[in-house]
């Protein structure tokens, strides 16, 4: 009969380590896939940025009507097309990277940015310029440093796995050392 419990006992530990093993191993695969979310998500804010400086500097530069001193929406669009065309694809693809609901105040940030580009008034406002550049910086490493930390934490069920495999070897080890010395003191 004894032998019988052994392989009972044997049988439930290896059921055991191998459905840790299977959550560790899925946990490091969400784990890849976060850190890969915030190597692209990071790579495409800081295009956007880019793309963003570039043509607040081109219409800076760009030649204003001497009449009206004012630079012709139109044309500036047309000679900067590649540009407002990488900028809104930046724009969609960070979108669809976001929640809607967790990341509504990232998203705006974003949607306030497509709007200064497409307004000439708010592209020459400096001021304007600073503000909204500065916002989406600040919200999106917001953003990288919360995702940067589910990450190190790992996932809920992960977590949660952790801490019930370690009560459960506490409560295994506290038990076997109970009868041992329970053993102890009868043998005594």
């Known amino acids: 009969m004894e032998e019988l419990d052994v392989k009972i006992v044997v049988t439930?530990?290896?059921?055991?380590?191998?459905?840790?093993?299977?959550?560790?191993?899925?946990?490091?695969?969400?784990?890849?896939?976060?850190?890969?979310?915030i190597n692209d998500f990071r790579e495409e804010i800081s295009s956007l940025m880019g793309c963003v400086s570039n043509?607040?500097?081109?219409?800076?530069?760009?030649?204003?009507?001497?009449?009206t001193n004012e630079v012709n929406g139109v044309k500036f669009i047309e000679s900067s097309y590649e540009l407002f065309n990488e900028a809104h694809r930046l724009i969609y693809k960070l979108k669809l990277m976001l929640n809607p609901k967790k990341d509504l105040e990232l998203i705006n940030a974003i949607d306030a940015i497509e709007s200064m580009i497409m307004n000439k008034d708010l592209v020459a406002d400096n001021e304007h310029f600073e503000k909204v550049t500065?916002?989406?910086?600040?919200?999106?490493?917001?953003?990288?440093?919360?995702?940067?930390?589910?990450v190190k934490k790992g996932e809920l069920v992960f977590q949660s796995t952790k801490w019930l495999l370690a009560?459960?070897?506490?409560?295994?080890?506290?038990?076997?050392?109970?009868?041992?010395?329970?053993?102890?003191e009868a043998s005594t």
């Open 12 to 37: 439930i530990i290896a059921a055991v380590v191998s459905f840790v093993g299977l959550i560790i191993a899925k946990d490091h695969k969400i784990s890849e896939f976060r850190q890969s979310w």
């Open 55 to 67: 043509i607040a500097a081109k219409f800076m530069y760009t030649e204003k009507n001497p009449e």
């Open 134 to 150: 500065e916002d989406l910086y600040l919200l999106s490493h917001k953003t990288l440093k919360g995702e940067w930390t589910r």
């Open 167 to 184: 009560i459960a070897i506490g409560l295994f080890v506290g038990s076997y050392a109970l009868e041992l010395y329970t053993a102890l």
